[in-house]
């Protein structure tokens, strides 16, 4: 199937994430969509009909839950412990963590409440982007002038300990939630860093984390633009910095994509669009065959013509790395800096009752010339590395490559 997004229709486009976070379907005592429970004479019956992934009905047996669930109600120690919703969520997160997919994941409604607000650039906390890479409590990127990112901390960094306590059993969410805090309160990370004979500890002051999608300046005649996150206002805030910068009339432009672990996919397909005509961008492959969409710019391309280089890190992944994908394989750019983080599957969120969501991994996307970059990440043109002495005394040579390669152009 052919997509081609337009402003008109983007309102009814599916917010699809790609980025640092995660689900499956909801099962709730005593209610389940699309689930018939049948009750007898001593409770809920053991029975229960459910549509299998070939859609057929199957009728399963949830006796060894219902007799769990009954020792320990019955037995345990400390009934005070014995929360029912708490129980109800660590059911639904164990059924999500069996499919051992580290971006799909079940949110509790204040997981879920946190998480909206980050995506409209507000949050409480360090302002790092985390995900269970191989296990680990893995960094993909600390946000630009973060806590985080000022106190040192790399993308592909491995959380060991949070205040002292081992991550090692911790699920993401919960994980997240323990590095989260108020503004002014501390966190103590413990690091395990590539290259590093030694374990990292990191007191990192937790603060207000408002983050805009866009920010650009001018350096001569080459136009910066570094684009943060793709969230809910980066459309809007990159259209209108596209119309300022086209007043300066530059020679060349410099999209940085470092530290931007991604966002909604409709957000990278409006970033590509002022810089590609009539191009593929992306192809997103389901479950279904029948259901993948290719998509395609939507018709801008006011800046089809200027000179384009594209930063990139080991912190840029998901939907940056769509836009990276995409201006590579058409030769639209040079792509400076180093491997991406390697994010190439696409999640949806889907809202439930009580305010809590499961975010589910639904499809696979392959870059114009039909690469998936999962795990492997897209490799620059000019590999630039940028190390952590460049970062403490303020050098960055990846930038200063990127406005030397267009400042040669004539």
Known sequence: MRKTYNSKESSNIPKYIGFFLLLTFVFMLGWNAGVNHSRIQDGISPKTQVTTPSGQTETINMQLFWDAWNVLSSNYV?????????????????????????????????????????????????????????????????????????????????????DGISTEDMTLEEAVMKIRGEKGSVVILTILRANHSELIKMSIVRDE???????????GDIAIIE??????????????????????RPKGVVLDLRYNG??????SIDITSEFLENEKV????????????????????????????????KGSASASEIVAGAIQDHNRGIIIGENSFGK????????????SSLRVTIAKWFT???????????????????????????KDPQLDKAIEYLESLE
């Not at 684009?227 to 300066?248: M, P, Y």
């Not at 991604?262 to 957000?267: H, P, T």
């Not at 992306?282 to 391309?301: F, H, L, M, S």
């Open 282 to 313: 992306v192809t997103i492959k389901k479950r279904n065959p029948e259901e993948d969409e290719v998509i395609y710019v939507n018709g801008q391309a006011r800046m089809a013509n200027i000179p384009l280089v594209v930063l990139i890190n």
């Open 227 to 248: 684009i943060n996150q793709f969230g809910d206002n980066t459309k809007q805030e990159f259209s209108k910095a596209v119309s300022e910068i086209l007043l300066k």
């Open 368 to 394: 114009p010339n039909d690469q998936n970059i999962n795990e492997a990440g897209i490799t620059p043109d000019i590999i630039v590395e940028r190390t952590i002495e460049d970062f403490e005394t303020g």
């Open 209 to 219: 984390i408002n983050v805009n999608s866009i920010d650009w300046k001018m350096k």
């Open 344 to 355: 190439g599957t696409v999640q949806t969120v889907e809202n439930l009752i009580g305010g």
């Open 262 to 267: 991604g966002g909604y996919l409709d957000g």
């Open 78 to 162: 400390d009934p005070h412990a014995l929360v029912t919703e708490n129980m109800i969520f660590g059911a639904i997160k164990g059924m999500v963590a069996s499919v051992k997919d580290p971006y799909t994941s079940f949110m509790t409604p204040k997981e879920n409440r946190e998480f909206v607000e980050s995506m409209q650039g507000y949050l409480e906390g360090i302002g790092a982007e985390l995900t269970l890479k191989n296990g680990f409590l893995t960094v993909i990127s600390p946000l630009k002038n973060s806590p985080a990112q000022k106190a040192g901390l790399q993308p592909e960094d491995i959380i060991y300990e949070v």
